[in-house]
């Protein structure tokens, strides 16, 4: 049994690992300052006696003794991250400086969620970790994607310079329940828009692609690397499928039967044109790939709004 540091605990994928490491036998300290995370995603763990919640941001220092940290902490979704974008540069910097100098002053392992962001709109496809992207550092994204590239910046300084565990995945876009109904991202919006009937806001000409990986599928591959010895990252992961916006929305109708039109909005600045993950390391180092199809994680997600949202 090991104590585990979740940052951003009471998010979508922090909620799930929380569960998840749990159900293995450990103990969970969950820290959040709730800007996107939420009471109800953690709800059902508070009687746990395994379980123990704090009300921290991370932007400042806290002390701790546990054995390992995953590092979450971070709003993700772009209407949330773009909200206060100096903020969202605090929390990747800041927050990164501050559980880095944790783990290093406990001696623990220390995992970072960064994301296919750091690739920006990717020039090599699909992205590998070598390649080192193409990332305005002055528009709409950059809060996000520019606190993610520092925040890997310290990461590895502080491995370099202070032999700290560092662990650094490069996450593609995760989805599944407990994604909030209004944070804007492309998954839940369409699934919403969908099940209430509304029009489908497909951003330019839907012709983007992304590649979306099932929150289960992203969970296992968390828990691998944070156990995977030696190997220290980047790595990405993600579901390799790629897709078109449109023909998410499409997947979307039918697998909802809903009766929604598919209208087109503008594309916001930056929107990056292309993103699938090379996950040949993660095959080779983690033994990892998705098991989850589009279809499946879809429908899963379709259930759990259908439960949820006010129609
Ligand atoms: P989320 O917004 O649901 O979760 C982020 C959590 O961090 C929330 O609970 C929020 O309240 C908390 N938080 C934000 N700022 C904080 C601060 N200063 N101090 C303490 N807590 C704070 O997003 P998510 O999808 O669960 O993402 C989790 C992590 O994974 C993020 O770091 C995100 O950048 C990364 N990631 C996610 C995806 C994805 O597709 N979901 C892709 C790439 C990277
Ligand atoms: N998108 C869309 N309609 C929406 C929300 C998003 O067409 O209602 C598009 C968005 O422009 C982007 C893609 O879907 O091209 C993924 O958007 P999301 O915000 O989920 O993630 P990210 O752009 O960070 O990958």
Known sequence: MKRILITGGAGFIGSHLSEKLLEQGNEVICLDNFFTGRKANIRHLLSNPEFEFIRHDITEPIFLEVDQIYNLACPASPIHYQYNPVKTVKTSVMGAINMLGLAKRIRVPIL??????????????????????????????????????????????????????????????????????????????????????????????????????????????????????????????????????????????????????????????????????DISLAKEKLGWKPVISLEEGLQYTIEYFRKTIKK
């Open 112 to 277: 970072q969620a960064s994301t296919s962001e750091i690739y920006g709109d990717p020039l090599v496809h699909p992205q590998t970790e070598s390649y080192w992207g193409n990332v305005n550092c002055l528009g709409p994204r950059s809060c996000y994607d520019e606190g993610k590239r520092v925040a890997e910046t310290l990461f590895y300084n502080y491995h370099q310079q202070n032999k700290v565990d560092i662990k650094i995945v490069r996450i593609f876009n995760t989805y599944g329940p407990r994604m909030l109904e209004n944070d804007g991202r492309v998954v839940s919006n369409f699934i919403v828009q969908a099940l209430r009937n509304e029009n489908i806001t497909v951003y330019g000409q839907g012709s983007q692609t992304r590649s979306f990986c099932f929150i289960t599928d992203l969970l296992d591959a968390l828990i691998k690397m944070m156990n995977s010895g030696d190997f220290h990252g980047p790595v990405n992961l993600g579901n390799p499928g790629e897709f078109t916006i449109l023909e998410l929305a499409e997947k979307v109708l039918k697998l909802t039967g809903s009766s929604s039109k598919i209208i087109f909005k503008p594309l916001p600045k930056d929107d990056p044109t292309q993103r699938q993950p």
